[in-house]
């Protein structure tokens, strides 16, 4: 296979704590192979590279804690990777140190994303965070220091215990920290997690909220001058944007379906008519990849239909119209009719081409109404 992805994810799974609420792909600790898992990681990227375009938009390394990564390995990691227009590191604020921010400004990362989660103690304790509102603050200024004008900040909401206060009071600490991008996520905890069975029944009940938890997220940001591009993604914009397009680069290309490659442990690639999944055994993927041979992994076949409904489910988390010619067999044409009576969404048109877009109230609704459109 041959292909020109133009998005390159980079998975760094060691962390050095398991939060209750996480089913990502980690592994603890682990410091002494840290240097090993990065010899793997360059030799799948060497394996994969006839799949990237020769210039590449974005990279992304995720977690796990990337910045848990030695940062010697670290650094020889970025140092090899191929350039890109956006490098985005995802970092937990305990691990920030002014030493690891210049480090990550001098090997070429443009962007940082803090996973501050909360400021208030009391529930960075349930979600076992282990950063403090005054470390979160902290390394975020560290980051600035560094010289990083473009800087992410994760806030969720839904945490148990959690009131409309304890929101608007997040909220309130992050815009004072002036980032240009804030991804604010609903809490979920994912079956067969610690999180799920310590939490199960309160989580029940939080559900009802979440709707007035998710307008009140809307409403504070764009009065703040964010720009609301995508479901729960948020980026300065106009003048206090200084010009530039702060929406996350790298993330735009999922949500508009466009192929990327991943490479490492559990990484996923959507390469033209297939979506492939790296295994998640740490051991068996080190050792493949010793022998320069790809590891294991899970290939599901992606039709035309499959990728055309992906686009709309996707497509229209964003404020960017969505081109009907691009998903229109993945559309119910009466759904579509009774939507724009009850204004949910709204026919518009692009460069002369039809397009589709959920109104505000749509919008809020989200996937419920995306799921109705499907046919």
Known sequence: MSAHARHLYVHLPFCAHRCGYCDFVTAIGRRGEHGTYVDALLAELRLESHLLAPELDTIFLGGGTPTFTEPAQLERLLAALPPAAEVTVEANPETMTAELARLLRRTGVTRVSL????????????????????????????????????????????????????????????????????????????????????????????????????????????????????????????????????????????????????????????????????TPRLAEYVAALGRATTPSRDVEALPDEVRSRERLMLGLRLDDPLLLETVASAIDEEALARLERLGLLRRTGVNGSQALALTTRGRHLGGSVTAELMA
């Open 115 to 278: 996973g501050a989660q909360s400021f208030q103690p009391a529930l960075l304790n349930v979600l076992e965070r282990r950063a403090g509102p005054d470390v979160v603050r902290r390394a975020f200024y560290r980051v600035r220091d560094a010289k990083f004008d473009n800087i992410s900040l994760d806030l969720l909401y839904g945490i148990p215990g959690q009131s409309p206060a304890d929101l608007q009071r997040d909220l309130s600490e992050a815009l004072a920290l002036g980032p240009e991008h804030l991804s604010c996520y609903e809490l979920e905890a994912k079956p067969g997690t610690r999180f799920t069975h310590a939490h199960g029944a309160e989580l029940s009940r939080q559900a009802e909220s979440m709707e007035t938890y998710f307008e009140h997220v809307v409403e504070r940001l764009t009065a703040a001058g964010y720009r609301w591009y995508e479901t729960a993604n948020f980026c300065l914009q106009g003048e206090r944007a200084g010009g530039r397009d702060l929406r996350a680069r790298h993330n735009l290309g999922y949500w508009l379906g466009r192929d990327y490659l991943g490479i490492g442990l559990g990484a996923v690639s959507t390469i033209e008519s297939e979506r492939r999944r790296n």
